[in-house]
């Protein structure tokens, strides 16, 4: 690797299996600047993808850091809702990377937590934060993901994980009445499969199966907006999601004895926001019976920013050895 940072300008790119959302880091440190947001089955491949965007700048990235929204190998990727398959070596030199890196897309957030502004934030839960403490973050969106950013001093190391599919059961009484619906046609309840959008439909239709109401055909943003205008099944569904939420954070947060804090990341935390119950969510991640007392210690926050993944993204461009990314086997070069 050349010195202790990439070859700038850098392209990043926070990959999805819908949307992908592409910037440009002229300098170590600067802020990102927004290139394109493209749509991700529009395109064959990443590399027809990148190089439609890239064909028209005037200034060319010289080296890439993707953030792909799927299971890494080294220096190759899969995205798990999408055909798209990387392989950074081959795509490094069909777009002319002197340099690249593909990282998971919660090891970019973990890298934003270094980061991150108090505006960026929403809190939930106090807590007692340690700045060394390990760092957690993790959210429901089109699945469940979750990552560590673990700090010593100025450097650290980013831990992905598959914590989404950990298996779940019910804790209280609402949950019990509701879990056969909730559970209805899946081989193993996992907390992908209810914190996350088909998660939040599951809730909602379990909710109506309840009432004896016939079900709507709506998706997840349709759950959210009716939640938010006062639907009362919706609201249901919304108010048992932020419960199931705020335990699994809280028992996340003990995996990692997550002292730093604990942070949401992820489309459907922010939007329905509004409808956070701080008093029930800190019961619920707190609430850790025999060890109340460290369980007490754990800051709960929400990410609001539009862009976190592009600024872990950029932080790692600067300073991959702060994250340690700095690794021969996952780094590629054209």
């Known amino acids: 690797m050349s010195g202790s940072r990439f070859p700038h ?3 990043v790119a926070d990959i999805g299996g819908t949307n992908s959302r592409l910037s440009l880091v002229q300098t170590p440190g600067a802020l990102h600047e927004p290139l394109a947001r493209i749509s991700t089955g529009a395109h064959p491949t990443p590399e027809a993808a ?3 965007v890239l064909s028209t700048l005037t200034v060319k990235p010289r080296s890439a850091i993707l953030a792909v929204a799927g299971p890494l190998d080294g220096r190759k990727a899969q995205l798990t809702n999408a055909s798209w398959h990387f392989d950074g070596p081959v795509l490094g030199r069909a777009l002319g990377f002197e340099q690249g890196l593909l990282v998971n897309d919660f090891e970019a957030l ?10 960026d ?11 060394e403490g390990p760092r957690l973050v993790l959210g429901p969106g089109t699945g469940f993901g979750a990552a560590a950013l673990l700090r010593r001093g100025e450097t650290g190391m980013l831990v992905p994980t598959e914590s989404g599919h950990i298996g779940i059961g019910p804790e209280d009484p609402t949950e019990v009445k509701l879990w056969p619906a909730l559970a209805e046609g899946l081989p193993r309840v996992t907390v992908e499969e209810l914190l996350s959008g088909s998660g ?3 809730f909602h ?17 349709d759950v959210s907006a009716l939640a938010l205008d006062g639907n009362p099944a919706a609201l249901m569904a919304v108010v048992c999601f932020w419960r199931l939420l705020g335990r699994v954070a809280g028992d996340l947060a003990l995996g990692f004895k997550a002292t730093g804090g604990v942070y949401l990341a ?6 329905i926001l509004p409808l956070a119950d701080k008093a029930t969510i800190h019961a619920v991640f707190a609430g850790k019976p025999p060890v109340e007392d460290l369980a007490a210690r754990f800051a709960l926050n929400v990410i609001t920013c539009d862009d976190p993944a592009e600024q872990g993204l950029a932080a790692i461009a600067a300073a991959p050895a702060r994250f340690g990314l700095d690794d021969p086997a996952r780094l590629w070069f054209g």
């Open 200 to 202: 939040l439909i599951r």
């Open 121 to 131: 934030l929403v809190n939930l839960v106090r807590g007692q934060p340690e700045p």
């Open 110 to 119: 973990a890298a934003s937590l270094a980061v991150l502004r108090d505006s």
């Open 205 to 221: 239709r379990a909710i109506m199966r309840q009432s004896d109401v016939a079900e709507p055909d709506v998706s997840a943003a």
């Open 9 to 11: 300008p850098v392209l």
């Open 50 to 52: 990148l190089g439609a």
């Open 266 to 271: 992820g489309g459907i935390a922010p939007r």
